[in-house]
C-alpha cells in the first residue's frame, strides 16, 4: 500500500474515531441527525442540505469541502433511511 493511500486511510479513521466518540457521549445527535436526514431527504441537493443543517444543530460539524469520512457519515445515514423504508 502506498504512503498516501496508508495517510488517507489513517486520517480518515482518526476523524471517524472523533465522530464516534460525539455520538457515544451525546446520544441525541444520531437521534437528531436522522430527523433531519428525514426531513430533507427527497429535496434537491439533499446531501448538501442535511450536512448543513447537521452542522448548524449538533456538535458535528460537516465543512463546505467534504472528507472522505464525511462522505461515508451521509452514505450510512441514506443506507438507515433505505433500511427503515423496506420495513414499512
Do not use: C, G
Not at 471517524?16 to 430527523?35: G, W
Not at 449538533?58 to 433500511?83: G, K, Q, Y
Amino acid at each position: 500500500m502506498s504512503t498516501s493511500v496508508e495517510s488517507r486511510q489513517a486520517k480518515m479513521i482518526d476523524e471517524l474515531r472523533v465522530f464516534i466518540k460525539k455520538v457515544l457521549s451525546e446520544p441525541t445527535i444520531a437521534v437528531k441527525s436522522m430527523e433531519i436526514a428525514r426531513k430533507h431527504r427527497n429535496e434537491p441537493n439533499a446531501n448538501e442540505i442535511i450536512a448543513r443543517e447537521i452542522s448548524a444543530n449538533t456538535t458535528i460539524r460537516i465543512p463546505e469541502s467534504w472528507s472522505e469520512a464525511d462522505h461515508m457519515f451521509l452514505d450510512i445515514i441514506h443506507e438507515v433511511l433505505d433500511d427503515e423504508e423496506a420495513l414499512y
